[in-house]
């Protein structure tokens, strides 16, 4: 049974750094592809970043280009998501996925339960 479990979230002011963390357990998870989403308050699920198997290509939503960075580390089953300069509207539930295939925008075949993240002014 595959489980992705996220940690990290929490309450930060804003300018702050959060660093979420999934553990992934259940798959073998050198061979996917994993991937970040966030849900903010009343508003539908969308693609923050991905990084592939190796962690030598990573794609980012636009809108936390330059302030997050995706990485992984094999050897731990684990995915990481350094998020720095956090604003308002960074507000969301955070989650992680798990995918095979080559696109890191859509498409994921598992899911974690989600972290929460409040960026406060």
């Known amino acids: 049974q595959v489980q992705l479990v996220e940690s990290g979230g929490g309450l930060v002011q804003v300018g702050g750094s959060l660093r979420l963390s999934c553990a992934a357990s259940?798959?073998?998870?050198?061979?996917?592809?994993m991937g970040w989403f966030r849900r903010p308050p009343g508003k539908k699920r969308e693609f923050v970043a991905g990084?592939?198997?190796?962690?030598?290509?990573?794609s980012y939503s636009d809108s936390v280009k330059g302030r997050f960075t995706v990485s992984r580390d094999n050897a731990k089953n684990t995915v990481y998501l350094q998020m720095n300069s956090l604003k308002p509207e960074d507000t969301a539930i955070y989650y992680c996925?798990?995918?095979?295939?080559?696109?890191?925008?859509?498409?994921?075949?598992?899911w974690g339960q989600g972290t929460q993240v409040t960026v406060s002014s």
């Open positions: 990084i592939r198997w190796s962690g030598g290509s990573t």
């Open positions: 259940g798959l073998k998870f050198g061979n996917y592809a």
């Open positions: 996925a798990a995918k095979t295939g080559f696109t890191l925008r859509e498409s994921y075949d598992y």
